[in-house]
Every structure is written in structure tokens, then in C-alpha cells.
């Protein structure tokens, strides 16, 4: 695996394609909570929004198609200190990815994973996806709802969805993310609504749909089973909640980083120092009869 921090480059994307917004919020958040550019590592799964870490100025890596959580994980706990991002489409996270997303919210390393969900496979050119709505493309399942899975799985994790036709309210819901990750929290899934314009135009559609969750009665992102039904509610009325989903009551150190490491700090930032490693070396030898 190799990383690499290189100068960003022009986006790839069509014109008006909603990873744009996420770009740009990405920017803004953590440029906002002031994050060093070689303190944030993204992982960028396959599709178009995988390619998302080439036009910033970050540490990035490619990751292999819906294996780009493990990555991530893998980043924070050999060094908890960087702050971890993987980043890709709905494809990538909830078809090959499927085992690695449901996973990832019982692990609880403080990363924050962000899907744009364009309901579509946008780089193969606009096949049904998990999250295609019926007759799409010929598609006759009904379409999969990853915050009703991350809500159904108990633990401590932040849960939120966006749309990136707002993308002010998508940034302050991902500085509230990378600052969960940041306190050692744990996990948080970020899904935003990120129309593909030439595959799968919603723009319009979306806007009409989505609806404010803190704005209906009875929001309380601390209780899942509220969430849960106020969640299906919605979706069974046809629109598209977005916002805050989960924030656990707690505030503690729930990240697996802190569970397995303590404060110690990860393989890769352990020195390598050879003096100090061989008298250790030859203290654990002393202990092998
Ligand atoms: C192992 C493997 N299987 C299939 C593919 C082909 N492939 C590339 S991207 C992609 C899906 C992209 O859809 P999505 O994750 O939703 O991203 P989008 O392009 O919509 O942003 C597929 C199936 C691949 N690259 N690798
Ligand atoms: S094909 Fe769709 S998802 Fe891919 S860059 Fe174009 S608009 Fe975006
Ligand atoms: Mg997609």
C-alpha cells in the first residue's frame, strides 16, 4: 500500500455533478476546524466519487473497490493521530462493500466514511445500483436505506444524511463528524444525496423531497428507535429525510483506536529507534528460558 501527498488536479467529474458539493464541503469543514493538510488521510473507493483525494491536497490513496473501509480503519489504528476519511458511491458501500459497511459501525474506529449516494453506477455508465428506485434501468427490487441499517446496529457512532443541493448544511453536519472522529467518539457514516446529471438527473426531484429532520416533531437524534420510525415514516411518505439521524447522548472515548491502543501510539508512529528497540528486545529475551 502506498500513499501519497500530491498536488491536486482539475476534477474529472461532468459539470453539475453533485460531488462537486461534496468537494467543496470537504474543503470547508476542515479548513474550518483548522486540520493540517498532512494530518488528514482520504481513502477514495472505485467510481467517480472515488477519485475525490485527487483534488485536494491530502495524503490519498485508491482504494481496492468496496474495500476502502478496511483501509481507512487500518490507517487510524496504525496511527490514531491522523484524521481518517473514506470517501466513495453507493455502489462501492453498499454492494461489494456491504460486509465491510455493516461492519464498520460495530468496530467504531473514528473515521468518517462518506458515501454519495447518485442511486446509480455512475463510472460504468448508469447501471441500477442497491439504492435505484424500481424501474430504473430495468431494476425490480426495492431500493436499500443504509441509515435504517446504521441506525438498527447499537453502537456508538454519528449518523447523518446530506444532499449536496445544500451545501452549507453539508458542511456543518461534516465539521460535527470529523470533530466526533477527532474527540475519539468512534464511527461516523455520512451519506449524502449526490445526483448523477448524466445517469440519473434528480436535482429537482430531490429538492422537493427532502425534508429538514429537526424541523418535524418529535426529533431526537439521541434516541435510535425514535429515529428509526420517524426515518421510515418519511421514506414510506416519499420523501427524503436528511440531517443529524444519530448523535450518541455520551460524550466518551468510544473509538476502537482507544480501546486497543490506549495512549499508545500506533505501529507507525512507534520509534524504530535502534538502541531503545534492542534493549527492549533483549528484555524480552530474558523472559524466554
Ligand atoms: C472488483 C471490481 N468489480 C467491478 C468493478 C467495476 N466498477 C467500477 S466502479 C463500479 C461502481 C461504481 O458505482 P458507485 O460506487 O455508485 O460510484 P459512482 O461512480 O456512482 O460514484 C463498478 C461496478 C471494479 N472496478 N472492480
Ligand atoms: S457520470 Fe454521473 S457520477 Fe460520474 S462524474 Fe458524471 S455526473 Fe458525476
Ligand atoms: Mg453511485
Redesign the pocket.
Given at each position: 500500500m502506498t500513499t501519497q501527498s500530491a498536488k491536486p488536479v482539475q476534477p474529472?467529474?461532468?459539470p453539475?455533478?453533485?460531488?462537486f458539493g461534496v468537494l467543496a464541503a470537504v474543503k470547508r469543514a476542515a479548513a474550518n476546524l483548522k486540520i493540517p493538510v498532512h494530518d488528514l488521510v482520504l481513502v477514495g473507493g472505485i467510481?467517480?466519487?472515488g477519485s475525490i483525494h485527487n483534488f485536494l491536497e491530502v495524503n490519498g490513496i485508491h482504494a481496492l473497490h468496496g474495500r476502502l473501509l478496511a483501509q481507512a480503519v487500518g490507517i487510524k489504528l496504525a496511527n490514531p493521530k491522523l484524521t481518517v476519511v473514506a470517501a466513495g458511491g453507493d455502489g462501492d458501500g453498499y454492494a461489494i462493500g456491504m460486509g465491510h459497511f455493516m461492519h464498520a459501525f460495530k468496530k467504531n474506529a473514528s473515521v468518517l466514511y462518506i458515501v454519495m449516494n447518485?442511486e446509480?453506477y455512475?463510472?460504468t455508465?448508469?447501471q441500477a445500483s442497491p439504492t435505484s428506485q424500481v424501474g430504473f434501468e430495468g431494476n425490480v427490487e426495492p431500493p436499500f436505506h443504509s441509515i435504517l441499517t446504521a441506525l438498527s446496529i447499537p453502537a456508538s457512532n454519528f449518523i447523518a444524511r446530506t444532499f449536496s443541493g445544500d451545501p452549507k448544511g453539508m458542511t456543518a453536519i461534516l465539521e460535527e463528524a470529523l470533530t466526533f472522529n477527532r474527540d475519539g467518539r468512534g464511527f461516523a457514516f455520512v451519506e449524502d444525496l449526490?445526483?448523477?446529471?448524466?445517469?440519473?438527473d434528480t436535482y429537482k426531484l430531490w429538492r422537493e423531497k427532502t425534508v429538514d429532520v429537526s424541523k418535524l416533531p418529535g426529533y431526537d437524534p439521541t434516541d435510535r428507535k425514535a429515529m428509526f420510525r420517524l426515518f421510515l415514516e418519511q421514506i414510506e411518505a416519499g420523501k427524503m429525510p436528511v440531517g443529524v439521524m444519530h448523535r450518541p447522548a455520551e460524550v466518551s472515548r468510544e473509538g476502537l483506536e482507544t480501546k486497543l491502543l490506549g495512549d499508545r501510539p500506533g505501529p507507525a508512529a512507534t520509534s524504530t529507534d535502534l538502541a531503545s528497540n534492542r534493549t527492549r528486545y533483549e528484555e524480552l529475551l530474558a523472559t524466554v528460558g
Open positions: 474529472i467529474w461532468c453539475g455533478c453533485g460531488d467510481g467517480c466519487s447518485n446509480t455512475g463510472l455508465k448508469g449526490s445526483p448523477c446529471v448524466t445517469y440519473n
